[in-house]
């Protein structure tokens, strides 16, 4: 008797472990508001591979919104979509309302890829996207943190976190094109 008893604590705990282990958020399940105040569904990405990138304004890597734009122009009919949060995490670098960040990245580099509001990537008030890239009981992948403006996280098609590129990473690295051709 004491022995089933043991053998059937045993597989609840084991069952209890796995279960921990796989109870990261659905990225799909994730929202946000776009820069023009209107909700933005994550599950519309289903299927997609997803660059999410924090931006500003006013940074030295501000330069790589051409890139992206580039990027993005070269492979949004092939289930790629970056999305941009603007951020003023950093030094003030992103010190525009949510009209002159549209207007700016416009304007500049003729952006067309999805922008959302400006939001905090880290700290208390971290918006719930970032809390799902950057903590690892949330994505089931890694932690990892926010250092500066234009990180690059990249998600499969499938929702899954696949890695974490830093600032100085080229949007149109071979690392990012073999990523997403694969």
């Given at each position: 008797?004491?022995?089933r008893?043991?053998?059937?604590l045993l597989l ?5 472990i ?16 776009d820069?023009?105040g209107d909700?933005?569904?994550?599950d519309?990405?289903?299927g997609?591979?997803?660059m ?5 304004s006013?940074?030295?890597y501000?330069?790589q ?10 492979y949004k009919?092939?289930?790629?979509v970056?999305?941009?949060f603007p951020a003023?995490?950093f ?6 309302t949510?009209?002159e960040?549209l207007?700016?990245?416009?304007v500049?580099f003729g952006v067309?890829?999805?922008i959302?509001?400006?939001i905090s990537v ?5 918006h719930a996207?970032?809390q799902w890239?950057?903590?690892k009981?949330n994505?089931?992948?890694k ?10 996280y990249?998600?499969?098609?499938e929702?899954?976190l696949i ?8 949007p149109l ?10």
């Amino acid at each position: 008797m004491e022995k089933r008893y043991l053998i059937s604590l045993l597989l609840i705990m084991a069952s209890s472990i796995l279960n921990s282990a796989h109870s990261s958020t659905p990225f799909y399940d994730l929202s946000a508001v776009d820069i023009n105040g209107d909700s933005f569904s994550f599950d519309q990405l289903k299927g997609k591979k997803v660059m999410i990138v924090n931006t500003a304004s006013k940074c030295g890597y501000t330069p790589q919104y051409e890139e992206l734009q580039e990027l993005y122009e070269q492979y949004k009919d092939e289930d790629f979509v970056i999305i941009a949060f603007p951020a003023n995490n950093f030094m003030r670098q992103e010190p525009g309302t949510n009209l002159e960040i549209l207007e700016f990245c416009s304007v500049n580099f003729g952006v067309t890829f999805p922008i959302m509001e400006k939001i905090s990537v880290k700290g208390k008030d971290m918006h719930a996207v970032y809390q799902w890239l950057t903590l690892k009981e949330n994505n089931g992948v890694k932690d990892s943190s926010v250092k500066w403006n234009f990180q690059k996280y990249l998600i499969d098609e499938e929702g899954n976190l696949i890695d974490v590129l830093p600032s100085r990473t080229s949007p149109l690295s071979d690392e990012v094109i073999e990523w997403i051709n694969k």
